[in-house]
């Protein structure tokens, strides 16, 4: 069965600061990787999506890679804002379904 | 603007009730799916349909309805409303499996 790990669980980053956020799969056969963001009591909002063919995505200040050897993706953010304070997911494909974690929950200090 | 609407956005309903919860997209996507989301744990798939005519179970089917008659619409039924199925529920859809997914804003369920 396919499990989504992220690491940390939550983070509490002064602003200004880069971070990274971890995802880790237990079925290693990745296909598409899309991240998303979700702020407190609103829907989920796609961030960055990283095809199969590719190793890494990049938009702004967001930048996320993929290592389907050893079943990884991380999300980089440089120059952290309070506007960035949310739940970050890494969903993976797999048997016609997205399997999610339970997301990383990022707070940014002004 | 181009998404998935989901409607109604909060609803309470007393043990035994039902209801359905409308998804529409405009985006002429194929796929589309529902997923709840309770605390502490990870968004699970609930039904999910590969196109119009054409639905399946996912993770967590019990005591939930779909039907897929247009690419556009699909809702999802609640027979008989149980306090187990409080919750927010995601509607999604992406223009093929494991592409691209755009998520609606949410449906929160309350059944008391």
């Known amino acids: 069965k396919q499990e989504v790990t992220q690491i940390p669980a939550a983070l509490s980053v002064p602003e200004g600061e880069n971070l990274v956020l971890n995802c880790s799969f237990t079925?290693?056969?990745?296909?598409?990787l899309q991240w998303f963001r979700q702020d407190p009591g609103k829907g989920l909002t796609s961030l960055l999506l990283i095809q199969s063919s590719q190793r890494e995505q990049t938009s702004g200040r967001l930048n996320a890679s993929l290592d389907k050897s050893s079943g990884r993706s991380t999300l980089y953010i440089a120059a952290s804002q309070p506007g960035d304070s949310a739940t970050y997911l890494c969903?993976?494909?797999?048997?016609?379904?997205?399997?999610f974690g339970t997301g990383t929950r990022l707070t940014i200090i002004p | 603007n181009a998404g998935v609407t989901q409607t109604p956005k909060f609803q309470v309903l007393k043990t035994g009730q039902s209801m359905t919860l409308q998804c529409a997209q405009d985006?002429?996507?194929?796929?589309m799916s529902w997923y709840r989301q309770d605390p502490g744990m990870g968004l699970r798939l609930i039904h999910y349909s590969v196109g119009a005519g054409i639905t399946d179970q996912g993770e967590v089917p019990n005591g939930y309805n779909v039907s897929r008659s247009t690419t556009e619409d699909f809702p999802l039924r609640l027979l008989s409303a149980a306090p187990s199925q409080t919750s927010v529920y995601f509607c999604a859809s992406s223009p093929s499996l494991g592409y691209g997914y755009t998520f609606g804003s949410g449906t929160r369920l309350t059944v008391v």
């Open positions: 969903p993976n494909f797999g048997n016609e379904k997205l399997t």
């Open positions: 985006m002429n996507h194929e796929y």
């Open positions: 079925d290693s056969a990745i296909y598409n």
